[in-house]
């Protein structure tokens, strides 16, 4: 009996997957269909201009909320869109971008209503994540006057998902990678976005970094 609902549960399962499997082939069939040449054109080469350090979350997949194709944009995705100095991962990404991508523009999106960031500030226990996401503390409480004086729950921690990118700006355009670009004449921006998940728009919030300071 317990075998029996194993095995339904396991064809369920599968049966998911078989649902993917068969969208990809008709997304490949269609790309194929408007361009026969697309997939053989990416495969000799990835040339994208732009590097997106965004967040993990399902609702703010990053081609799509800038239309574009696969091969024009360089994607790095985590939990609460952090660009921490120390992280192997992050600064792979980075180096690879600048270095041989040579990538023109760097945007940090951030969005409001981020889970991670009002994780990170909603005083509950969650274990590791509670150390990845200790730079949005520290971004509240070197901005705590302006937020705690903001009356509106939800305005206050749009307003943190808006400072925790400006500060990954700053980390990114400090960082030794891109001042070495800077250094030897590459031109490159970073760029600090909020997208919104009720309206599907992308705010610029104005703190692009051209260069060093
Ligand atoms: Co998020």
Redesign the pocket.
Same mark, same amino acid.
């Given at each position: 009996m317990c075998c029996l609902v194993r095995r339904g549960r396991n064809r369920y399962l599968s049966g998911m997957l078989d649902k993917l499997k068969a969208n990809n082939r008709a997304w490949a069939a269609r790309m194929v269909a408007n361009d026969p040449g697309f997939f053989k054109r990416l495969e000799g080469q990835q040339a994208p201009e732009y590097l997106w350090i965004g !967040? %993990?979350?399902s609702r =703010?997949p990053a081609n799509e909320i800038v239309d574009l194709d696969p091969g024009e944009l360089f994607v790095h995705r985590n =939990? %609460?869109?952090l660009a921490p100095p120390q992280d192997a991962n992050y600064l792979s990404v980075l180096q690879f971008a600048v270095d041989v991508i040579k990538v023109k523009h760097i945007m940090v999106v @951030?969005?409001y209503g !981020? @889970? @991670? =960031?009002r994780a990170a500030v909603d005083g509950q226990r969650r274990g590791l994540v509670d150390h990845w996401l200790h730079p949005i503390r520290e971004v509240y409480h070197a901005n705590q006057q302006e937020l705690e004086a903001m009356l509106d729950e939800r305005a206050r921690f749009d307003r943190l998902c808006e400072l925790n990118v400006m500060r990954q700006v700053k980390n990114v355009a400090s960082d030794v990678f891109v001042e070495d670009a800077w250094a030897r004449g590459q031109s490159l921006s970073v760029h600090g976005w909020v997208y919104s998940l009720s309206t599907g728009l992308v705010r610029d919030l104005g703190v692009t970094v051209n260069g060093p300071r």
């Open positions: !967040c %993990a979350d =703010v =939990v %609460a869109n @951030g969005h !981020c @889970g @991670g =960031v």
